[in-house]
Structure formats: C-alpha cells, structure tokens
C-alpha cells in the first residue's frame, strides 16, 4: 500500500462510519508504512489508536481487502508533534457532543434543562430515596454523602434529578462552581485535552470545582485511560471534600469493565437506586405534566380517565409516557376538541400496541431469519462471515430493545454467548443505524412486523 491507496481506503471509511466520527477518528491518522500485512498509522494519543483499533480495525481491515489488501495487523505510533511536518489536525470540532475550550471555566459542564427541577419531579414509592438524597445534596450539606450513586433505567429521572441538585446548588449558591456533564463530554475534554497538550489546565479546572457531577458513568467503563483519568480527578475532589454526584445505568458492580478501585471508591458514598415507576408514579407524572401544560395553553381538555388510562397501559418507561402525552397535545390543538378515550386510544395506537405486544426472542429470531434468508443454526453457530454476523446482531439488537432480556440472557440463546459480544452487537447496529440508512430501514421494518 501507499500513501495513495491509504488516501482512497479513507474515502471508502468515511461512507462506512460517517462524518463525523471519521472526522474525529480515520482523518487523523497518517499512513507510514504497509509492508508483510502490517499496516502501520499515527496516532495522536494512544487512547486513538486503542479507539480506532477496537471500533474500526475490522472496517479498516475489510476494505482494504476490496482494495485486494491483506492487512493481518494494524499498528499505532503515536505522532511526535514537535516533528511533525502534517498541519495541526482541528482539536475534536466533529465529536458528538459540543466541546467547549477548557480554558473557559463557565462552560465546562453541559447546559442545563430548565424543566428538570426539584418542583417538577413527582415522587413516588419507586423514586422517594432517591429523591430524598438529591435533595439533601442540594442543600450544599457538605456532611452528606460522597459520592452520591444515582443508578436506575433508561427514563426514570436521573439527569433529571441531577440537573434539579445542580439548579437548587447554583441558585443558593451562585459562587459555587459546580459542574454537570455526561462521562461521554468528560471523554470528550479528556482527548481533546490530550491533543492539545492542555493536560495541566484540564487537570486544574476539573479539580477546582465545588460539585461535579457526571452522568452515565457506564459510558467510560472500559475506556482506560478515560477511566484512569477520572480516578484521579474523583479522588482529588473527594479529598478536598468537594461533592460528587454520579449516575450510571446499573449498579457500580454491574458496571463490566469498571476498574476494581473505580468500583470500591464509588461504593463508599451512598448507593440509591430508581426503580421501574409503578401505577401511581406514573399517574402523578401524567397530572403534573397536563398542569403545566395548562399553565402556558388554559384550554386543553382532558376528559375524565384518559390519564388513568394511559399511566395503566404504558408502562416502559417515562420518556414514552411523555411522548404519548405529546401527541395528544399537538392532536387537541389541532381539532380544537376535547381528547378523549377513544381518541387516546386512536392517535396512539402504535405506542400503545408497542407497549402492548410481548414480543419473545423466539419470535425475534424467526422473523430475523425470514427476513434475511438464514437459518435458524447459523444464527446460534460461530460462524462470523458478514452475512450471518450481521443478521445476527440485528437479532441480538430487536431483543435488547424489544424484550426485556438481559445482556447475558440473550448471548445464552445465541448459543451461549458472552453478553459483551450481544452488548457489543447492540453498540454496533446503534452505530450502523445513524450511518447507513439500509440499516436504519431494516431495523424499523422488523420492528414493525414484529409489533404488528
Ligand atoms: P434518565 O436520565 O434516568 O434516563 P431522565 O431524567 O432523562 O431519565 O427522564 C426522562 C424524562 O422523564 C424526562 O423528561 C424527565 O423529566 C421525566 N421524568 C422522569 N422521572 C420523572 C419524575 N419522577 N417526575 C417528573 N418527570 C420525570
Ligand atoms: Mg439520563
């Protein structure tokens, strides 16, 4: 290979992964050398390389091969900056989430969502303790627990809480410097910091602050030198007694890939978590969220068991809940008529049938093989060719989000699995999904027919 070919297997990545994450991750690679297989690129970071290698590395590796490359190894230098020759790649300007200069210390954390606040968050049963020690955090208490552990599921309200501390903390305090951002933007500052070569400023800011709270901590498990670099800023901040506030999807001995010590440190504060809402739960939301409405439009008409209704049907989760209410609103304004039950039942039909069905992975697996031409034993074989991997991640993908099996549950009936390979099937498709719209098309298709 030369640089030439190198040139050309980037434009067929860039197709492949999108632009923004080739952008951020293929463009800053340089070739150096493609000899006995071995293909060897600059990095920037050793994190890039770990990143590329474990998320691209096949994609590198299969195009080349239509290229009629065999690449059996990808190796990473890490680029010598000094040196260096190449003009100064743009510092991550394509990553995900907005990244903000270090050095300006009043946008370190992410915004804040006005509505998440303590006097709109419904307690009930499920959610009392964790409401109860947000609270307590957000009185500034400095005797409370550290760190705080938020953990629950998808929707049930903890980037809601934890922006409703960081609201009451600024509000009573505005002097204080506390800081909210999801572990992903921290991942971000980190590389970003790197690359730079900002690691002392991004060091000093992050152990200034008086809270720091970062949300779905699940995220940087396994990320290493993320992780690494977390530790140190928590241990910093936990010594000076500075609070924190972290929330994550499972509990932290759920969290694979979570460093030991990571683990043990977050275990020492005070572990809550949310759990699934219940009838009432869901009903309060529903109220609450019709009162607010009416404070901005006064004529919406609700009639008498429709909220009942629908706090009794949709019962996943409370980001569904509040889509159907949604549709509702935008569907009265529209006929200027009262919402009824049968006009509930109507304009949500689909939510509610979703919310309905029990879709079985049998199921699941039956449809995925109709759909795709295979069969049945090369779904549950070891057999990794494209064609079969693929349908077989969509299948693992469809019962993740349509079932509610567990990671190692699933790998179990796909003859008997890892659940990192099933968790990493479902990041897979995620990805595929928002690049290649084939693939989007198939997944929303199948789940259809699988609803329906
Ligand atoms: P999570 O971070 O746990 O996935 P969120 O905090 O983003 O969930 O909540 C999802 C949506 O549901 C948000 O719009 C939030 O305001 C709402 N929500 C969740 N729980 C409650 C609650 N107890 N009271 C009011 N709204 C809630
Ligand atoms: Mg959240």
Redesign the pocket.
Known sequence: MTKKIWAQLSERLEKIVGKNSFQTWIKPLNFISYEDGLLELTVTTRFQGDWVSRNYGDEIKGQAMRLGLKIDRIEFKIKDNQTSLTEPEKPLTQAPTKVQTLSNKNTLGAPL?S??TFE?????KP?ELA?AAARRVSTGDSAAFNPLF?Y????????????AISVELQHMSPDLKVVYLSAEQFMYRFIQALRDKQMMNFKEIFRSVDVLMV??VQFIAGKESTQDEFFHTFNALIDQKKQIVI?A?RAPGEIDGLEERIRSRLQCGLVVD?HP?DYE?RL??LQ??VQNYRLKYTDLDIANGVLEFLAHKITT???V??GALTRLFAFSSLVGRQITLDMAQESLADILRASDRKVTMDEIMKKICHYYNVRMSDLLSPRRSRNIARPRQMAMYLSKNMTSRSYPEIGKQFGNRDHTTVMHAVKKIEELKSQDSQVSDDAELLRRMLEA
């Open positions: 969502d509505r998440f709109r968050f419904v307690v009930g959610n409401h938020l629950g599921g998808v929707g049930l309200g903890k980037t809601h809480l934890m922006h949300d779905d929330s999807d949310l809402t739960l309060g939301i609450e969220k989760n409370v980001r809940l509040e």
